[in-house]
């Protein structure tokens, strides 16, 4: 399929800019492996320039072309945005298709998600304007106070390739709707619809330096954008590793930090379940997207009276999947990201199949595929909770499963883990449930479901899966900041120090 991958430049201050040393990076289709198109590439003096606009944007006219504007003047910015993506979902999804090998009812999906995000964040910004002055209570009737909140300033917003233009809206959205004003820098894995976010917001007018948009390898960008002295605070979106290096160079200026980490997230599954209704969420919750999902439920723990019947119906169900150039209709499996990826994936199936596990099916690229990034799905059994598979995250089309005894037995297993993004529990019992989601150490938690995600509640983990919240209006609050302001309104002075004697 021919599709015109459009050539920009980095978004700066309103403009498209060329990068100061003029680098760019190839876009390698997944399905493919051709080069199909370029990024640029920024660098340090790039991200100097990006994040002096946004200050600049941020301080114009004392902070009433933006910051210091209503939320409804905002939120008739993030509509517009959000029309645009409506207006333009067709194109948007098949260049997110091309970009980052999802099957274009995903990538679809995914553009309804977006603008479906900003519209979420333009009525939370409307109605910020009446949480203002919200009064306090006080046990002094001398005094009266009230809270302002308050736009935190220029926030620097670091996103992943798995969702590339979603979870830019993520944070975009938010972060303009607080009123600050940002710099997203996308992977250089997937970062073509993110450009063309840029040139959405040209097009709806958004003032010059409110949303600046720089793309680039992460060390080259990422870092030197996390570590700016003039950036207030960092949303990230990504590995435990690399969010790690961001806390400790914004530990330096103690300068605020979210961090939406990786998972390895367990999903349960009772004996009293209908099967097959039970084996189609737990392929959703590890295949969807491609099995590229930080919160995939890829550890599943079945009760052991069922195991065999299940894995049975499971596998028959994973044979199903079509796997297909991304483009085609019906396709429910691509090829993951990248080169780098595939193989890394590849290497996860083996080193578990050198220690001892059982590749129960899949663990290979698929046969019909020459060309591509394309990884079958893979079921892991005979597992143990020493392994690799059992323990790291994979972020690829790859389950692993144990079994289980009790319900005691399955919390303990599902919370061995250092990460807490995600969970899930598969019963009739609804008591059961909500004794197993009170256990579960995790900041999301799905019951007979895997994976669906709305704007309007919180996201986000506990342990290495990080902190904060996304979405929802703990989303709008990761972008605020709270100001108290108290007044003394007695016409008595306030008496603590005996005045000089009248002359």
Request: charged share 25%; with cysteine.
């Amino acid at each position: 399929m021919a599709i015109h991958l459009p050539i920009r430049q980095l978004f700066i201050d309103g403009e498209w800019r060329e990068p100061i040393l003029k680098k760019r990076i190839p876009i390698i289709n997944p399905a493919t492996e051709q080069i199909v198109g370029d990024i640029p590439a920024a660098t340090a003096e790039d991200v100097e320039i990006a994040v002096e606009a946004a200050r600049k944007a941020f301080s114009r006219n004392k902070g009433q072309d933006w910051p210091s504007t209503s939320g409804a003047y905002r939120a008739k910015y993030l509509r517009a945005i959000a029309a645009k993506i409506t207006e333009k979902k067709s194109e948007l999804g098949k260049l997110e298709v091309i970009d980052c090998g999802k099957p274009l009812d995903e990538a679809l999906w995914d553009m309804d998600d977006v603008a479906g995000c900003f519209e979420y964040y333009a009525d939370l910004a409307e109605g910020l304007d009446a949480k203002q002055k919200a009064p306090v209570s006080l046990p002094m009737e001398t005094f009266k106070s009230y809270v302002l909140k308050e736009p935190l300033g220029v926030v620097a917003l670091i996103t992943p390739w798995n969702y590339p233009l979603l979870m830019g809206a993520w944070k975009v959205a938010p972060a303009l709707a607080a009123g600050c004003t940002a710099i997203l820098k996308p992977s250089e894995l997937a970062s073509v619809t993110c450009l063309e976010l840029a040139e959405v917001c040209r097009e709806v007018g958004l003032p010059p330096g409110v949303l600046n948009i720089l793309t680039g390898l992460g060390t080259e960008a990422g870092a030197p954008l996390a570590s700016h002295p003039h950036v207030d605070k960092v949303a990230f979106t990504g590995s435990s590793a690399t969010g790690s290096k961001i806390m400790t160079s914004a530990a330096q200026m103690v300068k605020p930090v979210s961090m939406e980490l990786g998972g390895k997230s367990p999903i349960i599954v009772f004996e009293d379940v209908d099967i097959d209704k039970a084996v189609e969420w737990t392929l959703f919750g590890c295949f969807w997207t491609n099995g590229q999902i930080c919160s995939a439920t890829s550890r599943l723990l079945v009760h052991e009276s069922i195991a065999s019947e299940f894995l049975d119906r499971l596998v028959k169900w994973t044979k199903k999947i079509k796997i297909s150039d991304p483009f085609e209709e019906g396709c429910r499996l691509g090829p993951v990201v990248s080169g780098g990826q595939y193989e890394k994936v590849l290497e996860f199936i083996a080193t578990a199949r050198s220690e001892g596990a059982t590749i129960l099916s899949g663990g290979d690229c698929p046969k019909h595929f020459t060309k591509g990034f394309f990884v079958e799905p893979t079921i892991i059994t005979d597992v143990t909770t020493s392994m690799q598979i059992w323990r790291e995250e994979v972020f690829g089309p790859v389950l692993c499963v144990k079994t289980f005894s009790s319900e005691d037995e399955a919390i303990e297993l599902a919370n061995d883990t250092h990460y807490g993004l995600g969970a899930a529990v598969i019963s009739n019992d609804l008591e059961r449930c909500d004794r197993v989601t009170k256990a579960f150490r995790a900041g999301i938690v799905w019951i007979n479901c895997s994976q669906p995600c709305f704007c309007q509640a919180p996201w986000g983990g506990i342990k290495r899966s990080g902190f904060g919240r996304e979405l929802g209006e703990w989303g709008l609050e990761n972008y605020l900041s709270v100001k108290q302001v108290t007044q003394y309104i007695s016409d008595e002075p306030w008496g603590w120090y005996q005045s000089p004697a009248k002359l």
